[in-house]
């Protein structure tokens, strides 16, 4: 408890500081879309473009892939000034030293604070309730995440969050705010103008035919934010 308590302390102190570098686009990695060797080049294609966060979405059971694989997105981030985000996995998040993005049913947000320490970027699946990113707010999230906004090909289904949440949601909390779930070009501007920080981008942005084809996606959504 005391470790707890003390990391979520370190947090608040840290939080003014690392809102003001969470924003822009928030690029999401897919195993399948990405098979074939697509993986680096097209990750490191959004982070020439402007990615800011780049989060490891991998669900399989391969440990020994995923770590490698993790590893290497890590050093591409630290090279181009990102943020590298692991998807659900605590353990592998603290062996490489990296964000963390936990789902509701991931684990607990406040020990993952505790783990990985005050400095790391972790986020917090909200789904559309403000209910959930109180929660994940008061224990020490560095952002929180809203969605599906429309529909997606990673989680296909009727759109459940609205541009009047994303109202709500800037006027209760500092945290910055990621708008995920279906977003294109098109829409990506009515929800940084509803008070969206970040927009988190899968099949939009990698579902390219070239890297040079992603980089110039990530280019695009990241002069939305100029």
Same mark, same amino acid.
């Given at each position: /408890? ?17 809102? /003001? ?6 690029? @999401? ?5 990405? +098979?074939?060797?697509?993986?680096? *080049? ?12 780049? #989060? ?14 993790? =590893? ?38 406040? %020990? ?31 952002? @929180? ?12 289904? +009727? *759109? ?7 109202? =709500? ?6 945290? *910055?705010?990621?708008? @995920? ?7 990506? *501007? ?5 008070? %969206?920080? /970040? ?7 990698? %579902? +390219? ?5 992603? #980089? ?11």
């Amino acid at each position: /408890m005391a470790n707890t308590c003390r990391a979520a302390c370190l947090w608040i102190f840290h939080n003014e500081e690392l809102g /003001m570098n969470l924003r822009g686009l928030y690029a @999401i990695t897919d195993t399948p879309l990405l +098979a074939g060797g697509k993986l680096l *080049p097209y990750a490191e294609a959004a982070l020439i473009g402007g990615a800011r966060l780049l #989060q490891y979405r991998d669900k399989s059971g391969d440990a020994g892939r995923r770590f490698d694989e993790a =590893q290497a997105l890590a050093e591409l981030c630290q090279r181009h000034g990102a943020t590298l985000i692991i998807n659900d996995d605590l353990e592998l998040a603290a062996r490489l030293g990296v964000g963390l993005h936990l789902g509701q049913t991931d684990g607990s947000l406040a %020990a993952a604070r505790a783990r990985l320490g005050a400095e790391v970027v972790i986020g917090g699946t909200c789904h559309a309730q403000l209910e959930l990113a109180e929660r994940a707010v008061a224990e020490g999230a560095s952002y @929180i995440a809203f969605g599906r906004f429309f529909n997606s090909n990673t989680k296909p289904g +009727a *759109p459940a969050a609205t541009v009047e949440l994303l109202d =709500q949601a800037r006027a209760r909390f500092a945290q *910055p705010i990621v708008a @995920i779930g279906g977003v294109t070009l098109g829409t990506a *501007p009515g929800l940084i103008a509803r008070g %969206a920080s /970040m927009v988190a981008v899968i099949h939009t942005l990698f %579902a +390219a035919d070239s890297a040079l084809e992603v #980089q110039d996606r990530a280019r695009a959504f990241a002069a939305l934010f100029d």
